[in-house]
């Protein structure tokens, strides 16, 4: 099915611990982001990618890596978790940049670092 | 910087009554668009509707419409006849037009329908 598909949906991990948070679209959309979900601050935007190999910060990039070397594929990597970083985190994509092309959500991974 | 601000942390409705659901914004662009997504407690982004700065008229999805203000800078979302699976998380977000692409959302509003 097209869509956009994030796994897991469930995480508990340690802290200091790798994870990576894994996204894929079929729609080929060449915009992809990542934000992270947190009562009282709404979504806020940790990465985003213009096209395959190209990615810059967002809002609240600090503690995360990604990578994109391929168009459908955007995982997100926290490289020593922390409590702050218990969140919810959304991947999107978008057909263009600008215009009212909406973002298309995935359905979220609930992350919870102890 | 653009922001967007949504006042009202929770509301609550009466089944079958209406709500307005208020966001206001801040942009030096011209020419944005602005959208509602709905979130339920499934947690997925649904998108409600949409409008671009530059048409007048006010967007309509079904029972949901919004009162697009531009010189106030004011995108409010009308819920009509509400339903119980109208109570969700709203969120209004704004595109700037950025080299981003991303949208700037604003901290949500909590509906509760009562039956």
């Known amino acids: 099915d097209a869509g956009i598909t994030q796994s897991p949906r469930y995480k508990i991990t340690e802290t200091g611990r790798q994870v990576t948070l894994m996204c894929h679209q079929t729609?080929?959309?060449?915009?992809m982001f990542w934000y992270r979900q947190d009562l009282g601050h709404g979504l806020r935007l940790i990465y985003y990618?213009?096209?395959?190999?190209?990615?810059d910060k967002g809002e609240v990039p600090d503690g995360y890596v990604v990578s994109r070397s391929k168009t459908e594929n955007f995982p997100l990597t926290l490289e020593s978790a922390t409590r702050s970083q218990t969140s919810v985190y959304f991947c999107?994509?978008?057909?263009?940049?600008?215009?009212?092309?909406?973002?298309?959500f995935g359905n979220g991974t609930r992350l919870t670092v102890t | 910087a653009q922001t967007v601000t949504q006042s009202q942390p929770e509301m609550s409705v009466q089944e079958a009554e209406t709500v307005t659901l208020s966001c206001t914004y801040d942009?030096?662009?011209?020419?944005?668009?602005l959208f509602w997504y709905k979130q339920p407690p499934s947690r997925q982004m649904i998108l409600v509707i949409r409008?671009?700065?530059?048409?007048?008229q006010n967007a309509t999805e079904n029972r949901f419409s919004v009162n697009f203000q531009k010189a106030a800078k004011s995108f409010s979302l009308k819920i009509s006849d509400s339903q119980l699976g109208d109570a969700a998380m709203y969120f209004c977000?704004?595109?700037?037009?950025?080299?981003?692409?991303?949208?700037?959302f604003g901290k949500g509003t909590k509906l509760s329908v009562k039956p």
């Open positions: 999107a994509s978008r057909y263009l940049r600008e215009g009212d092309s909406p973002l298309h």
């Open positions: 729609w080929s959309h060449s915009y």
């Open positions: 990618s213009a096209a395959a190999d190209i990615t």
């Open positions: 942009t030096s662009e011209s020419d944005y668009y």
């Open positions: 409008q671009e700065a530059y048409k007048q």
């Open positions: 977000a704004l595109n700037n037009g950025g080299s981003q692409g991303n949208l700037i």
